[in-house]
């Protein structure tokens, strides 16, 4: 596995990373209730840095205190975060990682009796996982005011040592609920066309920059089809190709299943993370994920045009994902894993429940 394990250095910056093996940001629910990272939530993640990934993500972190997405959740919005993200970017510097921040907003996935205060949105918005509880239609004042705290949560992970931030731009949050026509019904300068959908995230990524240095790493993650949000993947790939032009350093693919495909304009079945790496032509390092396991997975998605390989199960199975694939052959185990497996992979018992929610991860206790 040289190419996976080889640097990788980021164009604008020349920041060198020390392989292209990156930990996806991972919901863990292992946060201290203020948001403030806990100990348990530390040990896990600078696990992976010992264990040597290139890149260490943190969970989604909310950037403003009624942003929450769930129980548990880290975040950025307050400076009283600030010492405990420090002691974490400082030992997976330490480790020799680069550290990211993923920053993010619910929208209306922030379920009102966790927040205390009605979901907002790009316009009055709701989903079966709110249970009937409606989202209210943002106002131009407060869409300006959830950009600055993007800015400002950006700030404080530069503070803290973070080499940089991902802005989660996928998975049905608040930035992808602007993106998506069904959810964004606006007809103000924050909706209508592609355009206006995404000046929302145009506006994040200069704010960001604006309160940052030039050295500090910046990126957004995008899923390339939600079709709740009506979200398709031709208008991703023009967003994505923006996002060379607006200081981006990385686009994170979000396949979900980097083996499936979609027909080209010749009819041909072409992967997701193809589609991007022709259309992005270079421009831009791609992050991609979705079903990485072991070293053909990894292979494929280079093969198919990925920069660095992120991975979820797989790193919260292994901690040494990346050691492992230095091994001829390698293949790590897959699940369902033993409780017992793991805790020694530095799960909480918080997190090895959650992780229990997945279909046939965890093997069932007696």
């Given at each position: 596995?040289?190419?996976a394990l080889?640097?990788?250095?980021?164009?604008?910056?020349?920041?060198?990373?020390?392989?292209r093996?990156?930990?996806?940001?991972?919901t863990?629910?292992?946060?201290?209730?203020?948001?403030?990272?806990?100990?348990?939530?530390?040990?896990?993640?600078?696990?992976?840095?010992?264990?040597?990934f290139?890149?260490v993500?943190?969970?989604?972190?909310?950037?403003?205190?009624?942003?929450?997405?769930?129980?548990?959740?880290?975040?950025?919005?307050?400076?009283?975060?600030?010492?405990?993200?420090?002691?974490l970017?400082?030992?997976?510097?330490?480790?020799?990682?680069?550290?990211?921040?993923?920053?993010?907003?619910?929208?209306?996935?922030?379920?009102?009796?966790?927040?205390?205060?009605q979901?907002?949105?790009?316009?009055?918005?709701?989903?079966?996982?709110?249970?009937?509880?409606?989202?209210?239609?943002?106002?131009?004042?407060?869409?300006?005011?959830?950009?600055?705290?993007?800015?400002?949560?950006?700030?404080?992970?530069?503070?803290?040592g973070?080499?940089?931030?991902?802005?989660?731009?996928?998975?049905?949050?608040?930035?992808?609920q602007?993106?998506?026509?069904?959810?964004?019904?606006?007809?103000?300068?924050?909706?209508?066309?592609?355009?206006?959908?995404?000046?929302?995230?145009?506006?994040i990524?200069?704010?960001?920059?604006?309160?940052?240095?030039?050295?500090?790493i910046?990126?957004?993650?995008?899923?390339?089809?939600?079709?709740d949000?009506?979200?398709?993947?031709q208008?991703?790939?023009?967003?994505?190709?923006?996002?060379?032009d607006?200081?981006l350093?990385?686009?994170?693919?979000?396949?979900?299943?980097?083996?499936?495909?979609?027909?080209?304009?010749?009819g041909?079945?072409?992967?997701?993370?193809?589609?991007f790496?022709?259309?992005l032509d270079?421009?831009i390092?791609?992050i991609?994920?979705?079903?990485?396991?072991?070293?053909?997975?990894?292979?494929?998605?280079?093969?198919?045009?990925a920069?660095?390989?992120g991975?979820?199960?797989?790193?919260?199975a292994?901690?040494?994902w990346?050691?492992?694939?230095?091994e001829?052959?390698?293949?790590?185990?897959?699940?369902?894993?033993?409780?017992?497996?793991?805790?020694?992979a530095g799960?909480?018992?918080?997190?090895?429940?959650?992780?229990?929610?997945?279909?046939?991860?965890?093997?069932?206790?007696?």
């Open positions: 596995m040289a190419d080889s640097e990788f250095s980021f164009p604008r910056t020349g920041l060198t990373v020390r392989n093996t990156v930990l996806a940001a991972l863990n629910k292992q946060s201290h209730e203020d948001g403030v990272l806990s100990q348990e939530e530390h040990h896990w993640l600078t696990m992976r840095g010992e264990g040597g290139g890149i993500t943190t969970a989604a972190a909310n950037v403003t205190e009624h942003g929450r997405g769930w129980e548990g959740e880290l975040g950025v919005w307050s400076d009283h975060h600030v010492p405990g993200l420090s002691h970017a400082s030992k997976l510097s330490e480790q020799g990682a680069v550290s990211l921040a993923q920053l993010f907003h619910g929208g209306m996935r922030s379920p009102s009796n966790l927040t205390g205060v979901p907002v949105s790009a316009s009055e918005n709701t989903e079966p996982s709110m249970k009937g509880i409606v989202a209210r239609e943002l106002t131009h004042v407060e869409i300006e005011s959830i950009i600055l705290a993007f800015g400002s949560a950006a700030a404080r992970c530069e503070a803290a973070f080499s940089g931030v991902e802005l989660h731009g996928a998975h049905s949050y608040l930035i992808s602007f993106l998506g026509p069904k959810t964004n019904r606006r007809s103000d300068q924050w909706g209508g066309n592609l355009q206006g959908r995404t000046m929302f995230l145009q506006r990524i200069q704010e960001v920059r604006a309160q940052t240095s030039h050295e500090f910046v990126g957004v993650r995008l899923s390339p089809t939600i079709q949000l009506g979200i398709e993947l208008e991703t790939l023009e967003v994505a190709k923006w996002c060379t607006w200081g350093d990385f686009i994170h693919v979000s396949c979900w299943d980097v083996f499936q495909t979609l027909p080209d304009t010749n041909e079945e072409t992967s997701l993370t193809k589609w790496s022709n259309h270079g421009k390092p791609i991609t994920t979705g079903k990485i396991w072991d070293g053909d997975d990894v292979r494929f998605a280079m093969d198919q045009g920069d660095l390989v991975v979820g199960r797989a790193g919260i292994h901690y040494d990346p050691q492992q694939l230095s001829a052959d390698a293949s790590p185990e897959k699940p369902p894993f033993t409780v017992e497996h793991l805790k020694q799960l909480s018992d918080t997190f090895v429940t959650y992780m229990s929610r997945w279909n046939g991860f965890v093997i069932p206790q007696d």
